[in-house]
Nanobody, 123 residues
Framework: QVQLVESGEGLVQAGGSLRLSCAAS????????MAWFRQAPGKEREFVAT????????GYADSVKGRFTISRDNAKNTVYLQMNGLKPEDTAVYYC????????????????WGQGTQVTVSS
């Protein structure tokens, strides 16, 4: 059974940094695409960043490009989201997700989800 467990929630001031972690278990994830999504109150869940586990190639939403970095640690079976230059509009619950194969950025394409972790950025 696939489990994704996020950690790293926090409250930071604008301009600050946070690193989120997603510990994955229950599968060999080398054939998976991993992603981070976020959902702010009253808004739809939106794509943030993606990485294909086997190749390490990444993709980002325009709103976070140049500020956020997604990476993975094969030995720890963990995906990270390093967030720098945080803005109040980055405030949301952040979710880790996994999908078998190479998929796009629509939430419906992802089969497995973590429970979410809260990121709050004050102005």
């Amino acid at each position: 059974q696939v489990q994704l467990v996020e950690s790293g929630e926090g409250l930071v001031q604008a301009g600050g940094s946070l690193r989120l972690s997603c510990a994955a278990s229950g599968r060999t994830f080398s054939t998976y695409t991993m992603a981070w999504f976020r959902q702010a109150p009253g808004k739809e869940r939106e794509f943030v960043a993606t990485i294909r586990w086997a190749y390490g190639d990444t993709g980002y939403a325009d709103s976070v490009k140049g500020r956020f970095t997604i990476s993975r640690d094969n030995a720890k079976n963990t995906v990270y989201l390093q967030m720098n230059g945080l803005k109040p509009e980055d405030t949301a619950v952040y979710y880790c997700a996994a999908a078998w194969g190479s998929v796009g950025i629509q939430p419906r394409m992802y089969d497995y989800w973590g429970q979410g972790t809260q990121v709050t950025v004050s102005s």
